[in-house]
């Protein structure tokens, strides 16, 4: 069986190579204590990846360029979720211990 890729179509596979390489490298070089704040940061910019992959995958002509969009959905909402859940963790660590006890139902 040989793939025969469209123009476009290997063009958006290597944007999506050269930016999974790209990315990587980034994150690798942040440090540990920055690492929270970018990344709740970069949920705004999680959501537009996911709107994009969400039009890419809907106005996929070939099944390569559908297979493409729905990989692009997935992983940007694992990077959402993930995000979120990071962040939620994040401002838990910044509550004082009368706040969390009282969360507990415990007396301060």
């Not at 050269?18 to 990344?39: D, N, R, S, Y």
């Not at 692009?72 to 990077?79: C, D, H």
């Not at 963790?89 to 006890?101: A, G, I, N, Y």
Request: hydrophobic share 55%.
């Amino acid at each position: 069986m040989i793939l025969a890729l469209t123009f476009m179509e290997l063009f958006g596979l290597y944007l999506f190579v050269l930016a999974a390489f790209i990315g990587f490298e980034v994150i690798t070089k942040v440090p540990a204590q920055l690492h929270t704040p970018l990344m709740s940061g970069a949920n705004a910019i999680s959501g537009i990846i996911l709107i994009g992959a969400i039009i890419v995958a809907a106005n996929a002509t070939s099944t390569f360029g559908m297979i493409l969009g729905y990989i692009g959905v997935f992983l940007a909402m694992v990077n959402v979720v993930g995000g979120f859940m990071v962040t939620d963790r994040m401002l838990h660590m910044f509550k004082k211990k009368k706040e969390k006890q009282g969360a507990k139902g415990g007396d301060a």
